[in-house]
């Protein structure tokens, strides 16, 4: 069959493409997605997002190579599979980051990348609960929401912060983003806001829009340095069908390159090595992954509190059955109580660290009183290096589009992340030292108070640190020869394709990756129909 365009991936970008771009009647989209459909029973639960991540049918379920810098360990790598990809699995934080992570875009060359640019369309992807304003949209798909719980436990979280100076912040979206803020998610009348939910379901009677799930890429058809087409397994058997405009890559940071070198595109040397006929040598394809390093620091409490007392099998049971009913109570949050940005170094033009506590353990399970091993309550508060240095890769395992890639981070590579990293856990001892939550905790469990030294934080790190699932940067949009897509997002070199995703971004911004990947697939869109919102230059 012949379409217009075909979108390659349903996840945070691409089931917007498909959505946008099908507003216009006489415009034709297939998308395909190597998932299914979004059917899990907790998929909706803000609350259950650990739990659908344990899926395998949900969750792509990816690992590192070895990782030299953190004791040789192999990373476990959650990707969501499905309708709305990583959107419809991840932990719902609703984060753009900094203004200068853009302006450093258009300051790189990448013209309609820098802050006032990229803003129109963070405003027009969201309905936020203030309504809209000059930072926020009061009428787009994807709902944003206040968590604001007691059982959060903010208020002492937010006066031992503004006790050691931190300021607090209302809005990290908005003009500022340094200081402690409530955590805000992507969560609309209690349920997930996932790109499936907010932009497609909508979309699905268009009789211009063809989804197509359980349809796995081959490659990208290539004729005369034009890509004419896809060829993909579906139902068992082999399709192929043809684009009359162009196709469209938006399967994410590890499957993007590792489709184009599939097509043979990518660099030549190393695609000769897997027998793979290059048909154009585009060194940067799979270079240049970014990822934010995390870490999470854990303080118990003294007394039984936080919401770990609502995972007791019977309360959890009865918050389940009033989620169903109701659509609120605490099911309806994503369990974390904050954002903290700040600068580890006061020479910093931007925050360097994000601190997300929560008044849970991140091994919490449901318990029964005298039945399960004790739960564990405290507060768990991961630290992520946002502007980290270390560059890692993807490459392919094997010709067979159904093998995983092969993904090494070389986290820690660059010493300076390890630094950032160290004064991170520094600064939550010092937090946790303020009134009231000194008064509130018994000890700090990892990495435990023995541990003083930057060589004892270190080695604790390096045996337990992981990362934040926010992988960019493997298509990377720039100049020069390694990179893979210019500011239109088109590859370089090849006619009728573009990637349309995480992997453009040429740095990891200082945030969380869904929001700002979703600004990448409105943007895109409005690039395709010859469209373009004004600049905020006012802001």
Same mark, same amino acid.
């Given at each position: 069959?012949?379409?217009?365009?075909?979108?390659?991936?349903?996840?945070?970008?691409?089931?917007?493409?498909?959505?946008?771009?099908?507003?216009d009647?006489?415009?034709?989209?297939?998308?395909?997605?190597?998932g299914?459909?979004?059917r899990?029973?907790?998929?909706?639960?803000?609350?259950?997002?650990?739990?659908?991540?344990l899926?395998?049918?949900?969750n792509?379920?990816?690992? %590192? !190579?070895?990782e030299?810098?953190?004791?040789?360990?192999?990373?476990?790598?959650?990707?969501?599979?499905?309708?709305g990809?990583?959107?419809?699995?991840?932990?719902? #934080?609703?984060?753009?980051?900094?203004?200068?992570?853009?302006?450093?875009? @258009?300051?790189?060359?990448? &013209?309609?990348?820098?802050?006032?640019?990229?803003?129109?369309y963070?405003r027009?992807?969201?309905?936020?609960?203030?309504?809209?304003?000059?930072?926020?949209?009061?009428?787009?798909?994807?709902r944003?929401?206040? #968590?604001?719980f007691?059982?959060?436990l903010?208020?002492?979280?937010?006066?031992?912060?503004?006790?050691?100076?931190?300021?607090?912040?209302?809005?990290?979206n908005?003009?500022?983003?340094?200081?402690?803020?409530?955590? =805000?998610a992507?969560?609309?009348?209690?349920?997930?806001?996932?790109?499936?939910?907010?932009?497609?379901y909508p979309?699905?009677?268009?009789?211009?829009?063809?989804?197509? %799930?359980?349809?796995?890429t081959?490659?990208?058809?290539?004729?005369?340095?034009?890509?004419?087409?896809?060829?993909?397994?579906?139902?068992?058997?082999?399709? !192929?069908?043809?684009v009359?405009?162009?196709?469209l890559?938006?399967?994410?940071?590890?499957? @993007?390159?590792?489709?184009?070198?599939?097509?043979?595109?990518?660099?030549?040397?190393?695609?000769?090595?897997?027998?793979?006929a290059?048909?154009?040598?585009?060194?940067?394809?799979?270079q240049?992954l970014?990822?934010h390093?995390?870490?999470?620091?854990?303080?118990?409490?003294?007394?039984?509190?936080?919401?770990?007392?609502?995972?007791?099998l019977?309360?959890? %049971?009865?918050?389940?059955?009033?989620?169903?009913?109701?659509?609120?109570?605490?099911?309806? @949050?994503?369990g974390?109580?904050a954002?903290?940005?700040?600068?580890?170094?006061? !020479?910093?033009?931007?925050?360097?660290?994000?601190?997300?506590?929560m008044?849970? @353990?991140?091994?919490?399970?449901?318990?029964?009183?005298?039945l399960?091993?004790?739960?564990?309550?405290?507060?768990?508060i991961?630290?992520?290096?946002?502007?980290?240095?270390?560059?890692?890769?993807?490459?392919?395992?094997?010709?067979?589009?159904?093998?995983?890639?092969? #993904?090494?981070?070389?986290?820690?590579?660059a010493? =300076?992340?390890? !630094?950032?990293m /160290?004064?991170?856990v520094? #600064?939550?001892? &010092?937090?946790?030292?303020?009134?009231?939550?000194?008064?509130?905790v018994?000890?700090?469990?990892?990495?435990?108070?023995?541990?003083?030294?930057?060589?004892?934080?270190?080695?604790?790190?390096?045996?337990?640190g992981?990362h934040?699932?926010?992988?960019?940067?493997?298509?990377?949009?720039?100049?020069?020869?390694d990179?893979?897509?210019?500011?239109?997002?088109?590859?370089?070199g090849?006619?009728?394709?573009?990637?349309i995703?995480?992997?453009v971004?040429? =740095?990891?911004?200082?945030?969380?990756?869904?929001?700002?990947? /979703?600004? /990448?697939?409105e943007?895109?869109?409005?690039?395709?129909?010859?469209?373009?919102l004004?600049?905020?230059?006012?802001l």
């Open positions: 069959m012949n379409f217009d365009y075909i979108v390659i991936g349903a996840g945070s970008a691409g089931a917007v493409l498909a959505t946008r771009l099908t507003e009647k006489d415009v034709s989209v297939l998308l395909l997605e190597a299914g459909k979004d899990h029973p907790f998929m909706l639960i803000p609350l259950a997002f650990l739990k659908v991540g899926s395998r049918t949900y792509w379920h990816f690992e %590192t !190579e070895p030299p810098a953190m004791d040789g360990r192999r990373l476990p790598i959650g990707r969501g599979r499905g309708l990809g990583s959107s419809s699995i991840n932990a719902l #934080i609703c984060m753009r980051g900094h203004r200068r992570d853009y302006e450093r875009w @258009s300051e790189a060359g990448l &013209e309609g990348w820098g802050y006032a640019d990229v803003l129109p963070f027009r992807l969201e309905t936020n609960w203030r309504g809209a304003t000059p930072y926020h949209g009061g009428d787009g798909p994807i944003v929401t206040p #968590i604001d007691p059982e959060m903010y208020e002492p979280i937010l006066e031992a912060a503004k006790a050691m100076g931190i300021p607090q912040n209302d809005d990290p908005g003009a500022v983003q340094e200081g402690i803020s409530r955590m =805000e992507t969560i609309g009348d209690g349920k997930r806001s996932s790109t499936a939910r907010a932009y497609l979309a699905m009677n268009r009789p211009n829009l063809t989804v197509r %799930t359980g349809a796995l081959l490659r990208v058809i290539l004729e005369k340095g034009r890509a004419v087409g896809v060829e993909y397994a579906c139902g068992g058997r082999i399709c !192929e069908d043809r009359n405009r162009e196709v890559l938006s399967a994410g940071s590890y499957n @993007s390159p590792q489709i184009l070198m599939l097509s043979g595109i990518g660099p030549a040397d190393y695609l000769k090595s897997m027998n793979i290059p048909i154009h040598d585009l060194p940067g394809v799979g240049n970014s990822e390093p995390n870490y999470i620091n854990f303080y118990r409490l003294r007394e039984p509190g936080g919401l770990t007392r609502a995972l007791r019977d309360r959890a %049971t009865a918050l389940v059955a009033r989620w169903y009913l109701r659509h609120d109570g605490i099911f309806a @949050s994503n974390a109580a954002n903290i940005f700040l600068r580890s170094r006061g !020479e910093l033009d931007r925050p360097d660290l994000q601190l997300t506590p008044s849970v @353990s991140n091994q919490a399970q449901l318990w029964v009183p005298r399960t091993a004790p739960p564990r309550y405290g507060f768990n991961r630290i992520g290096v946002m502007h980290p240095r270390s560059r890692g890769w993807v490459k392919l395992r094997s010709t067979d589009p159904r093998d995983k890639p092969r #993904i090494q981070f070389n986290m820690y590579q010493p =300076e992340d390890m !630094e950032t /160290i004064r991170g520094r #600064i939550c001892r &010092e937090l946790f030292g303020q009134s009231p939550l000194r008064e509130m018994d000890s700090e469990i990892f990495p435990g108070k023995e541990r003083t030294s930057d060589a004892q934080l270190a080695e604790a790190i390096r045996k337990d992981n934040r699932s926010h992988p960019v940067g493997t298509c990377r949009m720039g100049f020069g020869d990179a893979v897509v210019d500011p239109q997002l088109r590859v370089r090849i006619e009728g394709l573009r990637v995703d995480a992997s971004m040429p =740095e990891v911004p200082g945030g969380n990756t869904n929001v700002p990947t /979703i600004m /990448i697939g943007k895109a869109a409005d690039m395709l129909r010859g469209r373009k004004p600049r905020e230059d006012q």
